[in-house]
């Protein structure tokens, strides 16, 4: 890796679930190393299939994924812990039939010697879980499942970390509480990608943002160039407006 | 009433022994096995070919009314009946996961694969019944319960293989990577779970149980081409009412329909036998939709 190639580099992306009905027409993106960098836009976007894309579970067409400069371009799911990537799904995204503490074991599963410390780090991280640690994750709330979600993902000690929405579904504090551990996350230099609904919250946090329409990535800028932006607002208006008809 | 209930669990243990791979396959590969009882006669009848090869099925040996042999005749039939279940799974159900298929193509093609399993036994080992052993075996009395030898080790058997399962699913990663593959196999696989090869230890455990209960069950009653397949009822019925997801819930299920097989047996009559199980499960659903620890889908 050379010190111009950014940690991800998604080019010209072209994907979706049916052959030759195309979700991501040509998107492409770029994550500098340690960046917080969110993906925003209207429903129907393309953001989760973008993540799902990279992550080698949707189909890819046309394009290229890169990590730290090797293409990881239809990677097998199960071989991208390994790769130095860790996803984090929107809806589903723990194992409720299992303890908080046995889902942080199984992100681990690549280097299991080292599970007993990294679970220890975990709780430091998120002191909470450590008091939750034989609960069924099922009971947990919609906050400590995200908790758990994103602790599991950070047991193999990732490069990079691609998070879905994790502001679905929780208050307002819950998603404040939610993106200030991401911002501990990326002050310990994980890179990280955030597809966001919550276009306010994201783009107060990220290092810049892209905002994806019609399956492609339409505007690029820092957080705050992207909020004051009209042509922003009226992508994400015109599109409310027109779901809210 | 002490009597019954050392009866039934004798019923129970190769119906538990047996439910664990439906189980683990239904949870795992999303679809019920029919082919499970015949993997349950594949073992037995393994087991036997291997002891014949011995020479002798050996005279009783220690109060046990089958030979030595089967000591090393009932591990090698694990592990051949176990790879079996690998073939199968490769050449069959594998392709049709690869192409998507959905769950009724599945059960559809365990019910083939029932009837060839069937069919290749009755071809190499004939349609009539089959024993390890002619000696006759008395059974002993304990506290006034008539139990043999045989029934003690199947119970015995049973009760450690459930214990070493139990300490499996809770202790090792690969114990637990099963449950969270039966749960949430694309999430296992987000984690880097490779699904692929918990599936074959699915079929490895599963079927490997299976064969265990056909040899326990050929040494206390008799080997034929439809033992196994005569165990599926029982062993579909322990799965629903113990609530298909649970695999506590579905031993208890086990237990509790082996226990109403010994009952009816001894109050109604021999031959309700096969239907009890039928009437477990709807008096479970009729009070519990899901199965006694089942949950919601």
Redesign the interface.
């Known amino acids: 890796m050379t010190e111009t190639e950014p940690h991800l580099v998604v080019e010209h992306l072209v994907a979706g679930y049916v052959p030759d009905v195309p979700i991501l027409r040509g998107a492409s993106l770029n994550v500098n190393p340690g960046e917080l960098v969110t993906v925003l836009g209207p429903n129907g976007a393309g953001k989760s299939t973008l993540i799902k894309a990279i ?1 080698g ?1 949707v189909p890819v067409k046309e394009g290229d994924v890169r990590v730290s400069g090797k293409s990881i371009r239809g990677i ?7 790769a130095g990537v860790a ?1 984090v ?1 929107q809806t ?7 303890s908080v503490e ?1 889902n942080l ?3 681990c ?2 280097d ?1 010697t080292r599970t007993r410390e990294r679970i220890e780090e975990t709780y430091r991280l998120f002191p909470d879980l450590a008091r939750l640690r034989r609960l069924a994750a099922g009971r947990l709330s919609g906050g400590q499942r995200q908790m758990v979600a994103v602790g ?1 993902a950070l047991m ?1 000690r990732p490069g990079l970390i691609m998070l879905d929405e994790p502001s679905a579904g929780l208050s307002p504090k819950m998603t404040d509480m939610v993106f200030q551990k991401l911002l501990e996350v990326r002050a310990g230099g994980v890179t990280i990608l955030l597809v966001e609904q919550n276009a306010k919250a994201a783009l107060a946090i990220c290092d810049r943002g892209y905002v994806l329409a019609e399956g492609r990535d339409r505007f690029t800028g820092t957080g705050a160039e992207l909020l004051s932006s009209p042509e922003v607002g009226e992508l994400y208006l015109g599109s409310k407006s027109r779901l809210a008809s | 009433m002490m009597q019954l209930l050392v009866d039934g669990i004798v019923a129970a243990s190769f119906i538990t022994l047996g439910v664990i791979g439906l189980s683990m396959v239904f949870n795992i590969l999303n679809f019920p096995s029919f082919a499970q009882g015949d993997q349950i006669t594949s073992g037995a009848y393994m087991a036997l070919a291997i002891a014949t090869l011995f020479g002798t099925v050996g005279g009783p040996a220690g109060g046990l009314s089958v030979g030595w042999c089967i000591t090393i005749a009932l591990p090698c039939a694990v592990v051949l009946n176990a790879l079996l279940a690998l073939i199968i799974d490769r050449a069959i159900y594998r392709q049709l996961r690869l192409r998507g298929a959905s769950r009724i193509s599945m059960i559809m093609a365990s019910f083939g694969v029932s009837l060839m399993l069937r069919n290749v036994i009755v071809m190499f080992a004939g349609q009539d019944p089959h024993f390890f052993t002619f000696a006759i075996q008395p059974a002993l009395r304990i506290w006034g319960i008539r139990i043999a030898v045989n029934e003690l080790i199947v119970i015995g058997v049973t009760f450690v293989l459930v214990l070493c399962l139990h300490l499996f699913l809770s202790r090792t ?1 690969l114990g ?2 099963m ?2 593959v039966a ?2 196999p ?10 692929d090869r918990v599936i074959q230890w699915t079929w490895i455990i599963g079927t490997g149980l299976a064969t265990v209960a056909g040899v326990l069950l050929g040494f206390t009653v008799q080997l034929h081409p439809f033992m196994g397949f005569e165990l599926l009822l029982p062993m579909f019925a322990a799965l629903i009412v113990g609530g298909m997801t649970n695999i506590y819930g579905v031993l208890l299920g086990a237990l509790l329909i082996g226990l109403v097989e010994g009952l009816t047996v001894e109050y109604l009559a021999p031959e309700y036998r096969q239907a009890a199980p039928f009437a477990a499960i709807i008096l479970v659903l009729l009070f519990k939709p899901h199965g006694i620890f089942g949950e919601k889908a």
């Open positions: 992550a579970m097998a799911t199960h071989a991208l812990v390994g996803y799904p589903n995204n723990v194992f409720t039939r299992l046995e074991e199984l992100g599963i690549c299991i599991r193999a | 990663t637990k990577s449950r969270a749960e949430n694309s999430l296992a696989r987000v984690n880097g779970i490779d699904v």
